[in-house]
């Protein structure tokens, strides 16, 4: 592993020598941190080429009749996979366009793979279960994550200059749920904007 | 205060009154807790009906929601409508809609676009979609002002992608069919506004009615009074949640009263049909009491009034009761008054001496008996008086009584009367007035026999008066009978009918006497003399003074009539005072002209009783001078022989000679002869008049001369209408003659020119008559 490690710093290192860290912190209006909000960095200079890999697992599980994660960030062409683990039996779906997937009834330690073809959200259900809500945020940049509790989150070895950092949240009250500003990312340090924005539980859902 | 002319009307206004304000107060009192009891079950009613409206209402919702999460998490639509595949959208909404029959399906979608709902313009949308967005899924939908109660539903993909909306109109339909669940007959609206804009009523575009938008903008969630076109009503305003625009909705509940009242109508109807009939018997009653009261008082009324008119007051009132006793004691004194009535009138109708009808009661018969062919005849006692002295008052009586037992015997049938204290009065029928009075005639006669009296025998001369109850006259009949009896005896007749032209007129005598007074004055009433001729001397001596009245309008008026009337009337002295001064004014006149003569008055037998005038006489002729010759009757001494016998003497001291007048007829009584101390005698005419016919009259005449100058009077002879007359007088010694024969009577003027004349050589004798 220790191998793997070095010779990734090795490849990135020529970029690292230019690149900054970003943390970004994303709060509602009324100032509390927001989890699961998903920021993607599109830097100015472009994305790099290569494919894209995350460090979590591409999985979205079934377990106590709710999608877990509630959100995933996902590279485009991803495969991911949905296991069950619950006792009772599930009916994935998405309508997403570009997404549209139907996982007919499948068990428990079932599991079944969706690869996401299309770039933007794919919100996923259960047809059995209409308080299962999930999304699979298919990105086409590897600078993406998802905030943790604290709201807050953390890319490394991003290009320094000028780059557009977008949020999106499945509850933002904002066009397709995403915000997007444009940031100058210092060449060294850790960068730390803070995103206020509008979030609220949609009514007449049936969500956690 | 009105006033009552009967007891009875008093009684049934007074009760009929007194139950008409009670039944009136419990009349009103009762509408009024009806009306209230009624109102208050009415807002009960509508509180309820208000309640399951809420529940109709959440129903209705709760089933358009059903039809609605149907489609909405149908898995097919849900990825037609997600994948953006229009048409089957459309199809599935219309498939629905048909089915369920639904007014309006349609969907908006997260992003606002709408499917199935064309008419829902770019604004409402967007309305709709904040509505719906912030959670407001049921309520008041409106689409073109027209209400619609929707539903929405989201679609969950499985986030929100949009909303099925499913609305049913709130038309007239909706409001009967909601009107048709409530217990009671209300009636309900929608209305709904744009805020600040004027309500609309349930059908689409219409203004409410003012009053009914008025009651809504009154923000207030009980039942209220609402005034409507067919009377109050309580209504109940229940506001309603509006999705979309910013507009208002509420439901107005309303019951109108008259149909609440509608329950406690038949018994409103009850209440006035029994308190009428109760009326009707309360005055039928109290009308029967008065009257079973006022009847008897009615009667005793009606009886008193009879009573007050002296007819049979008997009246019948067989109740024991206060009434009744008082109607016994009524019969019992109407009984006493028409017993005692009875004595009286028999009393007053009867004279009590000879127990027959009086007067009163032959008047009373003659008014009630036909007077067609009806007499009546008054038959007098003749000198009664002097009989009456003769006999004494009861035998007088008992004569009368007599006669009029015998009059009854011979008239049977008849109705007899006692008129006065000396007559009778018979009341019968003839054919005619000759008829009558040839019966009467026989009947004098019959009556006329003596009448035994107590052992006597009391001759009765009996004369009669007729009168026909037919004729008109003042004079009642009874009275012209006894007139006629007057006039009977002055023509000493049996029997005579009622004149009444000899009677003259009462009425007219009375005027007579006052146009007397006026006539001393103006001169209409003058003084004639005749003159009185000396036998031996063969001249004239003396005049008599003689009044006459020339009436403008009567003419001549007979001094004996009014001499006589103006004795009996009390005027008398008037006429005498002015006659002697007359008499000395002319006598003065006559001396003027160189004749000296003795004039005679004339004094009535009055004035020998009035001491006063002979008083003023004596003043007078002394005061004249004259030479006063007073002719008085003997019989005016007889009423009053003492004072006439006091005056006469107190005249001759006074130098006034006196002379006996109208000797020989009437009651001529030496006594007489020998108590009055005259001057002169005077022979009465009647004996003069036929003295050159009558050996009888001229011995009288002579005897009487005779008598008189033996008792030193001068005598004088009247009434000579013949030479042959004054001849035998003057052979038999009278002193002085009076006649035609000698002169009539004249006026002053021409007894002097007779007197002049005389004094000529010519002997009376050659004067013209």
Same mark, same amino acid.
């Given at each position: 592993?220790?191998?793997?490690?070095?010779?990734?710093?090795?490849?990135?290192?020529?970029?690292?020598?230019?690149?900054?860290?970003?943390?970004?912190?994303?709060?509602?209006?009324?100032?509390?941190?927001?989890?699961?909000?998903?920021?993607?960095?599109?830097?100015?200079?472009? =994305?790099?080429?290569?494919?894209?890999?995350?460090?979590?697992?591409?999985?979205?599980?079934?377990?106590?009749?709710?999608?877990?994660?509630?959100?995933?960030?996902?590279?485009?062409?991803?495969?991911?996979? /949905?296991?069950?683990?619950?006792?009772?039996?599930?009916?994935?779906? #998405?309508?997403?366009?570009?997404?549209?997937?139907?996982?007919?009834?499948?068990?428990?330690?079932?599991? *079944?793979?969706?690869?996401?073809? %299309?770039?933007?959200?794919? %919100?996923?259900?259960?047809?059995?279960?209409?308080?299962?809500?999930?999304?699979?945020?298919?990105?086409?940049?590897?600078?993406?994550?998802?905030?943790?509790?604290?709201?807050?989150?953390?890319?490394?070895?991003?290009?320094?200059?000028?780059?557009?950092?977008?949020?999106?949240?499945?509850?933002?009250?904002?066009?397709?749920?995403?915000?997007?500003?444009? /940031?100058?990312?210092?060449?060294?340090?850790?960068?730390?904007?803070? +995103?206020?924005?509008?979030?609220?539980?949609?009514?007449?859902?049936?969500?956690? | 205060?009105?006033?009552?002319?009967?007891?009875?009307?008093?009684?049934?206004?007074?009760?009929?009154?007194?139950?008409?304000?009670? !039944?009136?107060?419990?009349?009103?009192?009762?509408?009024?807790?009806?009306?209230?009891?009624?109102?208050?079950?009415?807002?009960?009613?509508?509180?309820?009906?208000?309640?399951? /409206?809420?529940?109709?209402?959440?129903?209705?919702?709760?089933?358009?929601?059903?039809?609605?999460?149907?489609?909405?998490?149908?898995?097919?639509?849900?990825?037609?409508?997600?994948?953006?595949?229009?048409?089957?959208?459309?199809?599935?909404?219309?498939? !629905?809609?048909?089915?369920?029959?639904?007014?309006?399906?349609?969907?908006?979608?997260?992003?606002?676009?709408?499917?199935?709902?064309?008419?829902?313009?770019?604004?409402?949308?967007?309305?709709?979609?904040?509505?719906?967005?912030?959670?407001?899924?049921?309520?008041?939908?409106? +689409?073109?002002?027209?209400?619609?109660?929707?539903?929405?539903?989201?679609?969950?993909?499985?986030?929100?992608?949009?909303?099925?909306?499913?609305?049913?109109?709130?038309?007239?339909? @909706?409001?009967?069919?909601?009107?048709?669940?409530?217990? =009671?007959?209300?009636?309900?609206?929608? !209305?709904?506004?744009?805020?600040?804009?004027?309500?609309?009523?349930?059908?689409?575009?219409?203004? $409410?009615?003012?009053?009914?938008?008025?009651?809504?903008?009154?923000?207030?969630?009980?039942?209220?009074?609402?005034?409507?076109?067919?009377?109050? $009503?309580?209504?109940?305003?229940?506001?309603?949640?509006?999705?979309?625009?910013?507009?208002?909705?509420?439901?107005?509940?309303?019951?109108?009263?008259?149909?609440?009242?509608?329950?406690?109508?038949?018994?409103?109807?009850?209440?006035?049909?029994?308190?009428?009939?109760?009326?009707? &018997?309360?005055?039928?009653?109290?009308?029967? &009491? %008065?009257?079973?009261?006022?009847?008897?008082?009615?009667?005793?009324?009606?009886?008193?009034?009879?009573?007050?008119?002296?007819?049979?007051?008997?009246?019948?009132?067989?109740?024991?009761?206060? !009434?009744?006793?008082?109607?016994?004691?009524?019969?019992?004194?109407?009984?006493?008054? *028409?017993?005692?009535?009875?004595?009286?009138?028999?009393?007053?109708?009867?004279?009590?001496?000879?127990?027959?009808?009086?007067?009163?009661?032959?008047?009373?018969?003659?008014?009630?008996?036909?007077?067609?062919?009806?007499?009546?005849?008054?038959?007098?006692?003749?000198?009664?008086?002097?009989?009456?002295?003769?006999?004494?008052?009861?035998?007088?009586?008992?004569?009368?009584?007599?006669?009029?037992?015998?009059?009854?015997?011979?008239?049977?049938?008849?109705?007899?009367?006692?008129?006065?204290? @000396?007559?009778?009065?018979?009341?019968?029928?003839?054919?005619?007035?000759?008829? %009558?009075?040839?019966?009467?005639?026989?009947?004098?006669?019959?009556?006329?026999?003596?009448?035994?009296?107590?052992?006597?025998?009391?001759?009765?001369?009996?004369?009669?008066?007729?009168?026909?109850?037919?004729?008109?006259?003042?004079?009642?009949?009874?009275?012209?009978?006894?007139?006629?009896?007057?006039?009977?005896?002055?023509?000493?007749?049996?029997?005579?009918?009622?004149?009444?032209?000899?009677?003259?007129?009462?009425?007219?005598?009375?005027?007579?006497?006052?146009?007397?007074?006026?006539?001393?004055?103006?001169?209409?009433? #003058?003084?004639?003399?005749?003159?009185?001729?000396?036998?031996?001397?063969?001249?004239?001596?003396?005049?008599?003074?003689?009044?006459?009245?020339?009436?403008?309008?009567?003419?001549?008026?007979?001094?004996?009539?009014?001499?006589?009337?103006?004795?009996?009337?009390?005027?008398?002295?008037?006429?005498?005072?002015?006659?002697?001064?007359?008499?000395?004014?002319?006598?003065?006149?006559?001396?003027?002209?160189?004749?000296?003569?003795?004039?005679?008055?004339?004094?009535?037998?009055?004035?020998?009783?009035?001491?006063?005038?002979?008083?003023?006489?004596?003043?007078?002729?002394?005061?004249?001078?004259?030479?006063?010759?007073?002719?008085?009757?003997?019989?005016?001494?007889?009423?009053?022989?003492?004072?006439?016998?006091?005056?006469?003497?107190? /005249? *001759?001291?006074?130098?006034?000679?006196?002379?006996?007048?109208?000797?020989?007829?009437?009651?001529?009584?030496?006594?007489?002869?020998?108590? =009055?101390?005259?001057?002169?005698?005077?022979?009465?005419?009647?004996?003069?008049?036929?003295?050159?016919?009558?050996? *009888?009259?001229?011995?009288?005449?002579?005897?009487?001369?005779?008598?008189?100058?033996?008792?030193?009077?001068?005598?004088?002879? @009247?009434?000579?209408?013949?030479?042959?007359?004054?001849?035998?007088?003057?052979?038999?010694?009278?002193?002085?003659?009076?006649?035609?024969? +000698?002169?009539?009577?004249?006026?002053?003027?021409?007894?002097?020119?007779?007197?002049?004349?005389?004094?000529?050589?010519?002997?009376?004798?050659?004067?013209?008559?």
């Amino acid at each position: 592993m220790r191998a793997v490690f070095l010779f990734l710093l090795l490849v990135l290192a020529p970029v690292q020598a230019w690149a900054g860290d970003l943390a970004v912190t994303v709060r509602d209006s009324a100032g509390k941190p927001v989890a699961n909000a998903v920021v993607t960095v599109y830097p100015a200079s472009g =994305i790099p080429k290569g494919p894209i890999r995350f460090a979590w697992p591409l999985t979205v599980a079934q377990q106590n009749i709710q999608f877990d994660p509630f959100v995933l960030v996902a590279p485009v062409g991803a495969s991911v996979s /949905f296991p069950n683990r619950d006792k009772v039996q599930h009916h994935v779906y #998405s309508f997403s366009a570009g997404n549209k997937f139907e996982l007919k009834l499948f068990g428990k330690d079932e599991s *079944r793979s969706v690869a996401f073809k %299309a770039v933007g959200v794919a %919100a996923i259900g259960c047809n059995i279960h209409d308080q299962m809500v999930g999304y699979v945020k298919v990105v086409d940049t590897p600078f993406a994550i998802k905030t943790g509790a604290d709201g807050v989150a953390s890319l490394r070895g991003l290009p320094a200059g000028q780059v557009t950092i977008r949020v999106w949240h499945p509850w933002l009250r904002a066009p397709k749920n995403e915000s997007s500003m444009a /940031f100058a990312l210092p060449a060294t340090g850790v960068a730390r904007p803070a +995103i206020s924005l509008e979030i609220r539980r949609p009514a007449g859902g049936h969500m956690h | 205060m009105i006033r009552f002319s009967s007891l009875r009307g008093r009684l049934t206004v007074l009760y009929a009154g007194l139950f008409g304000v009670a !039944l009136l107060a419990t009349a009103v009192a009762v509408t009024l807790s009806v009306g209230g009891n009624a109102r208050h079950q009415v807002e009960k009613e509508l509180a309820a009906g208000g309640a399951v /409206f809420d529940r109709l209402w959440a129903m209705k919702a709760s089933q358009l929601a059903d039809g609605a999460r149907v489609l909405s998490r149908d898995f097919g639509f849900r990825e037609a409508f997600a994948s953006g595949d229009a048409p089957t959208v459309e199809s599935a909404l219309t498939n !629905l809609k048909d089915r369920l029959a639904l007014d309006r399906a349609f969907i908006i979608a997260a992003d606002g676009t709408l499917t199935g709902a064309p008419d829902i313009g770019e604004a409402a949308a967007t309305d709709l979609w904040h509505a719906l967005d912030s959670g407001a899924l049921s309520g008041v939908l409106r +689409i073109s002002e027209t209400p619609y109660q929707a539903v929405a539903e989201p679609i969950m993909a499985p986030q929100l992608v949009g909303w099925v909306v499913f609305a049913e109109r709130l038309d007239r339909k @909706e409001m009967a069919s909601l009107e048709s669940l409530a217990s =009671i007959p209300l009636s309900a609206a929608v !209305l709904t506004r744009q805020q600040g804009a004027p309500w609309l009523s349930t059908d689409a575009g219409r203004a $409410a009615e003012p009053r009914l938008a008025r009651f809504v903008d009154v923000r207030a969630t009980g039942p209220r009074p609402l005034a409507t076109d067919n009377g109050e $009503a309580v209504a109940l305003a229940r506001p309603l949640t509006v999705i979309g625009e910013k507009a208002d909705a509420v439901l107005v509940l309303r019951y109108p009263l008259n149909l609440a009242m509608a329950p406690y109508h038949s018994l409103l109807v009850t209440l006035v049909f029994v308190g009428f009939l109760g009326l009707c &018997l309360l005055v039928a009653g109290s009308w029967l &009491l %008065a009257r079973s009261i006022t009847r008897p008082i009615s009667a005793l009324d009606e009886a008193a009034r009879r009573l007050r008119d002296g007819e049979d007051a008997h009246v019948e009132v067989d109740t024991g009761d206060e !009434l009744g006793r008082l109607a016994d004691s009524f019969n019992a004194m109407a009984g006493g008054i *028409r017993e005692r009535e009875q004595r009286i009138t028999a009393l007053a109708l009867t004279d009590q001496e000879t127990a027959l009808p009086n007067r009163r009661a032959l008047e009373a018969a003659i008014a009630q008996a036909d007077p067609a062919g009806l007499y009546i005849a008054a038959i007098g006692v003749d000198r009664f008086p002097q009989v009456r002295a003769a006999v004494g008052y009861r035998l007088a009586g008992e004569m009368l009584r007599q006669l009029a037992l015998r009059l009854g015997d011979l008239r049977p049938g008849d109705l007899c009367a006692r008129l006065s204290s @000396e007559r009778l009065a018979l009341m019968f029928r003839a054919g005619s007035p000759a008829m %009558a009075l040839g019966q009467l005639e026989s009947l004098v006669e019959a009556l006329s026999r003596p009448v035994r009296v107590d052992g006597q025998t009391i001759d009765v001369g009996l004369n009669a008066g007729l009168a026909a109850v037919a004729q008109a006259h003042l004079a009642p009949p009874a009275e012209r009978a006894s007139i006629a009896l007057d006039q009977a005896r002055k023509s000493r007749r049996a029997a005579v009918a009622f004149d009444a032209e000899t009677y003259g007129d009462p009425a007219s005598k009375l005027s007579l006497m006052s146009e007397m007074l006026a006539a001393l004055a103006n001169g209409e009433i #003058s003084m004639a003399y005749q003159p009185k001729h000396d036998t031996r001397a063969g001249v004239v001596t003396g005049v008599e003074a003689l009044v006459r009245w020339n009436h403008p309008i009567r003419g001549f008026v007979s001094p004996d009539m009014f001499v006589g009337l103006a004795e009996e009337t009390g005027h008398i002295r008037a006429l005498t005072v002015w006659t002697l001064d007359q008499a000395l004014r002319d006598q003065a006149a006559l001396r003027l002209s160189g004749h000296d003569l003795l004039v005679s008055v004339n004094l009535s037998g009055r004035m020998l009783a009035d001491p006063e005038f002979a008083t003023l006489a004596i003043d007078r002729i002394a005061g004249a001078g004259g030479r006063i010759c007073l002719e008085i009757t003997e019989t005016a001494v007889i009423d009053h022989p003492e004072t006439a016998h006091d005056i006469i003497d107190r /005249f *001759r001291a006074a130098g006034i000679k006196i002379s006996i007048d109208d000797y020989g007829s009437g009651l001529s009584s030496l006594a007489y002869l020998k108590q =009055i101390r005259a001057d002169e005698l005077k022979i009465d005419k009647e004996f003069i008049l036929t003295l050159d016919r009558s050996a *009888r009259d001229a011995l009288l005449v002579k005897s009487t001369v005779d008598l008189a100058h033996s008792l030193g009077l001068q005598t004088v002879a @009247e009434g000579v209408e013949t030479a042959e007359s004054l001849a035998i007088l003057t052979a038999m010694g009278c002193d002085l003659a009076q006649g035609y024969f +000698i002169a009539r009577p004249m006026p002053l003027a021409n007894v002097v020119d007779f007197l002049d004349e005389a004094r000529a050589p010519a002997a009376p004798k050659s004067r013209k008559a």
